[in-house]
């Protein structure tokens, strides 16, 4: 831990945190001087980054669809290391996939209690420890899909949107108790969730990276390092001024959308047009 770092002094919990964002988040919160609890459903990998990262963590097995175990979390926060100062809302699956006359009532249900109701828990049990305290910041992961729809399943895109809403509704609630609440939209990330998506192996990473980078606006590929960066400023006391925000991290593909052709003075489609002046 950072005496001096950016986040000194700071209690989280972090759930998802045993791989993928979750994992690159909680690093990158203990480099910059936080205490986190790792919540999570894979035991091992959460034991073991426990281990790694030392005395100023703590695992804790949570199943984010149990209300009382996301409490839990929140407990060992305030039991081991005195506070809670950052809730991240960040587990979650890709959950119920299929055209919206197939979708499977059961598999809604379940990437729904996943998607939104852990976030509900989430923001529900940071609020009861950070009001008394009259501070705190709660993040949650939400998604480009959250932004724009045909970037993800059904399911998965009204969960992330709904992440969205519920952040500006809870930040407009909490502001007066000093606490702030926003949400992170990553794009494509290669992780080992992307991975399993794109390739049907969790472990194929450095080839979905490969593909996100040459896919990319920029060029390169987002990496769990630059939603957890997104995370600590997020956290930090340098967006003091920020709430009910949603920090879009995805190389300007819900912004930009287009690759710049049309500002290329050579462009064939511009040409073609009859746009660009003869010579």
Not at 98 to 115: H, K, M, N, Y
Not at 132 to 143: C, D, R
Request: glycine share 12%; aromatic share 4%.
């Amino acid at each position: 831990m950072s005496a001096n770092g950016r986040l000194a002094g700071k209690v989280a919990v972090v759930t998802g945190a045993a791989s993928g964002i979750g994992e690159g988040t909680a690093r990158r919160f203990v480099e910059e001087g936080a205490q986190v609890v790792l919540a999570d459903v894979q035991d091992d990998r959460g034991r073991a980054l426990a281990s790694e990262l030392g005395a100023d963590t703590r695992y804790i097995h949570c199943d984010v669809t149990d209300e009382g175990q996301v409490a839990a979390a929140i407990d060992v926060a305030v039991a081991e290391f005195g506070r809670l100062d950052v809730m991240f809302n960040n587990a979650g699956i890709v959950g119920a996939v299929g055209r919206i006359a197939e979708t499977s009532s059961e598999q809604w249900d379940r990437t729904v209690a996943i998607l939104l109701n852990g976030v509900f828990y989430g923001m529900k049990h940071a609020a009861r420890v950070m009001v008394p305290q009259k501070s705190g910041v709660i993040i949650s992961t939400s998604s480009t899909a959250g932004i724009l729809g045909g970037l993800g399943p059904h399911c998965y895109t009204a969960c992330k949107h709904a992440v969205i809403g519920i952040t500006k509704s809870v930040a407009s609630e909490m502001a007066q108790h000093g606490v702030r609440v926003n949400a992170i939209s990553p794009g494509n990330t290669a992780t080992a969730m992307t991975s399993a998506v794109m390739t049907g192996s969790a472990d194929a990473i450095d080839a979905v990276a490969e593909h996100i980078g040459k896919s990319s606006l920029l060029g390169i590929a987002g990496l769990p390092i630059d939603i957890a960066n997104a995370a600590v400023y997020l956290a930090s006391e340098e967006s003091r001024y920020v709430t009910g925000h949603t920090l879009v991290v995805d190389a300007g593909t819900t912004t930009l959308g287009g690759n710049g052709r049309f500002h290329q003075q050579d462009s064939a489609i511009m040409r073609e047009a009859g746009i660009r002046e003869k010579a």
